[in-house]
């Protein structure tokens, strides 16, 4: 078995059978594909348990509901493929990604495969967004850490071909629902030897901009910190230099910075208790390096940066709301 497209599913009525039908009509017939339906409670069961029916190539796992991560764990155990590739239920592919993504692992050697992605959004022109972008064709995963830690390549898995050997020491971390690529994916590259960059798109990347959606990712947004946590851990191991631990701990004092811009959805005390960490993080960084960022929000960050911890929270705080307010109106426009 060439390649094992690993899904995990919860609640995904609308968008599975899209989903599994971009990996049916595939090119590249040597796959598996293998779904955890992660404890759905709408007919997400009943339209996975059909097309298994008629596909003998479809896997089906049914669980109890214990998280993206559990189910990713789940996907990897029970996946036969030379190389693994994740996708989202919501998300669908082209029908030559497992071709063209293992042709170019199996010409080069490659332990992971970089792609480019689409990104759709409802009511908005498909974009088409680099992942490593001006990377050759193979480098080092010392190379690829870097880049990561840098802000030159997305922390996500679901763009990725990865040999599956990569996965047998590590594991999604199951206590996190949010943040769980970032805690994963620079381990993975670790056990990692030859790593290279297609410069073509592949998946197409669906945002949701419902505001249930936004109410969920706000319930979960301080677990990011968490996932920075097990990095720290993993790269403090005196097998591992401390070179990426001081990547690790520049980029956090960048990456956090993401919270305070975040849509204006996020007006509550899962965002006030992430904001205070915000301002922890910041007090603890010696250093900055804020790629990315508008002049404005550089300003709002070196503010909170400057001021004493507890001295004008509050007006700070709703400083932020404001902006992000304003930057809502915008996007509507």
Known sequence: MKVSVLIPVYNAEKTIESCLTSVLNQTLKDIEIVV?????????????????KANHQVK????????VSSS????VENAYGEYLLFLDADDWIDKSTCELLYLHASNYNLD??????????????????????????VFSQNKYLLGVFSGDGIVAVWNKLFRRSLFEEVFFPCELDFG?????????????????????AFVHYVECNSSITHTKLSLKVHQIFDAIDILLEYFSDSSRTSFYRDKII???????????????YYQDDNYNKAFYKVLELLKESKSLELFGYSKIQKILVYWLYAIPFEWNLKFTINLIQKVKKIALFKMQL
Do not use: M
């Not at 955890?36 to 298994?52: K, M, P, Q, W």
């Not at 990713?72 to 996907?75: A, I, K, P, V, Y």
């Open 180 to 200: 769980e690529d970032l805690a994963t994916l620079p381990r993975i590259i670790t056990k990692s030897t030859r790593v290279g960059k297609l410069d073509k």
């Open 250 to 264: 520049r980029y956090r004092a960048t990456h956090v910075c993401h919270l305070i811009f975040l849509t204006p």
């Open 60 to 67: 089906v796992i049914h669980n109890i509901n214990k998280g």
């Open 72 to 75: 990713r764990n789940c996907l």
């Open 36 to 52: 955890v339906n992660d404890g759905s409670s709408d007919e997400t069961r009943f339209i996975l348990d059909v097309i298994a």
């Open 112 to 137: 992971i495969v970089v792609s480019d992605y689409y990104r759709e959004r409802l009511n908005k022109p498909i974009e088409y967004c680099s992942d490593l972008e001006g990377y050759s064709d």
